[in-house]
C-alpha cells in the first residue's frame, strides 16, 4: 500500500513543482531580491524536473523493449527532438517559437518509430535495437549538421550552445508544461506498474495474464517521447540520464518497476543537480553545460558494463 501512496505523492509535487515554475514567470513574483531568487529557483527547479522526466522515461524504455541499455539518447530519440526542435527554430522564427514543444516531440517520436523499424520489432536483445538506435542517431544528427550548415551565424552560436544541454535559461512556462507532463506520466505509470512488469517479460507472458501489450505500450513510449522532447526544446540534450540512474537503481533494488519509479525519479532529480552543481564548481565564471558533464559519465558507465561483460 506504501507504494501507490509515494507514487501519487511524487506525482503530486511534479505538478506543484510546474504551478510553481507557472509563478515564476509570473509578474506577481515579487519576493526580495526576485530576479536573482526566481533565476535560482528556476535553475533549481529545471535540474529536479529534467533529470526526474529523462531517469523516468529511460526506465520506461528499458522495461517496454526488454533492454537494460535502452535510452533516450541511444535510441535517437533526444536527436530527433533536437532536429525537430532546432527546425522550429531556425525555419520558423518567431512564427513557430511557441510550438517549439510539439516540434520536439514529433521528431523524437519519429526517431523511435525509425529506430524500430530498423531493428525490425527485434526488441528482445541489447543489440539489435541499441545498433538500430546508434545508426538512426548518426542519420539524424547529420541532418541536424545539414539544418545548423544554413543557418546564420547568430542562430548557430544560440543553437549550438543549446545543443549542448544548459539549465541555466530554462523558461517558467516550460517548467511549469513539464512538471504537468510528467506528473500526469507518473500516475499514469504507477496505474500501470503491473502492466510493465508483464510486458518486461514478454508479450507471450503479458497476454497469459490478460495485458494489451500494443495500447499500453504505445502510450507508455508516447509518453516517454513526450517528456524526453520537453527536456530537449527547454534544456538542449542532456545524455545518459535514462540509463545511468535507472540501471544502478535497478541493481540495488531489483527490476520491479512500481518499488523503482519513486527512486528513479528522485534519483534522476538528484543526479541532475549534482551535475550542475559540479559544472558550477569547476569554473564559476564561465560553467561547464551540464550536458557535457552528463555525456562524460555515460561514456565512462557504457565503458564499464562493456568491460564487465566482457571479463569472465
Given at each position: ?124 536483445s541489447p543489440e539489435p535495437l541499441l545498433l538500430n538506435g546508434i545508426v538512426a542517431g548518426a542519420l539524424l544528427s547529420g ?9 546564420t551565424s547568430d542562430q548557430l552560436a544560440g543553437v549550438t550552445w543549446w545543443m549542448l544541454g544548459d539549465l541555466q535559461a ?25 502492466e510493465i512488469n508483464a510486458l518486461a517479460l514478454g508479450d507471450d507472458w503479458a497476454l497469459s495474464l490478460g495485458v494489451r ?100
Open positions: 500500500m506504501k507504494a501507490p501512496i509515494l507514487s501519487l505523492s511524487l506525482a503530486a509535487l511534479c505538478l506543484l513543482l510546474g504551478t510553481l515554475g507557472m509563478a515564476l514567470g509570473s509578474d506577481g513574483f515579487s519576493w526580495p531580491e526576485g530576479i536573482l531568487l526566481s533565476y535560482r529557483l528556476c535553475r533549481v527547479l529545471a535540474g529536479f524536473l529534467g533529470g526526474a522526466a529523462l531517469a523516468f522515461s529511460g526506465s520506461l524504455f528499458q522495461n517496454l523493449f526488454r533492454n537494460p541499455l535502452a535510452d533516450a539518447y541511444l535510441l535517437g530519440v533526444s536527436q530527433g527532438a533536437a532536429l525537430g526542435a532546432a527546425a522550429c527554430l531556425l525555419w520558423g522564427g518567431a512564427l513557430l517559437a511557441p510550438w517549439l514543444p510539439l516540434g520536439a516531440f514529433l521528431g523524437g517520436f519519429s526517431a523511435l518509430l525509425l529506430t524500430l523499424a530498423l531493428a525490425g520489432g527485434r526488441n528482445d541532418l541536424l549538421l545539414c539544418l545548423l550548415s544554413r543557418a530554462v523558461p517558467p512556462v516550460a517548467l511549469s508544461i513539464l512538471g504537468v507532463a510528467l506528473g500526469l506520466a507518473l500516475l499514469l505509470a504507477a496505474y500501470w506498474s503491473r501489450p500494443l495500447p499500453i505500450r504505445l502510450a507508455l513510449l508516447g509518453c516517454g517521447a513526450l517528456l524526453v522532447a520537453l527536456c530537449v526544446s527547454s534544456m538542449g540534450i542532456i545524455s545518459f540520464v535514462g540509463l545511468l540512474v535507472p540501471q544502478t537503481l535497478r541493481r540495488m533494488l531489483g527490476g520491479d518497476f512500481h518499488r523503482l519509479l519513486l527512486p528513479t525519479a528522485l534519483g534522476g532529480g538528484a543526479f541532475l543537480q549534482l551535475c550542475d552543481l559540479l559544472a558550477k564548481g569547476l569554473d564559476p565564471v564561465r560553467p561547464l553545460p551540464v550536458g557535457v558533464l552528463t555525456a562524460l559519465a555515460g561514456g565512462i558507465f557504457l565503458l564499464v558494463a562493456l568491460h564487465g561483460r566482457r571479463c569472465p
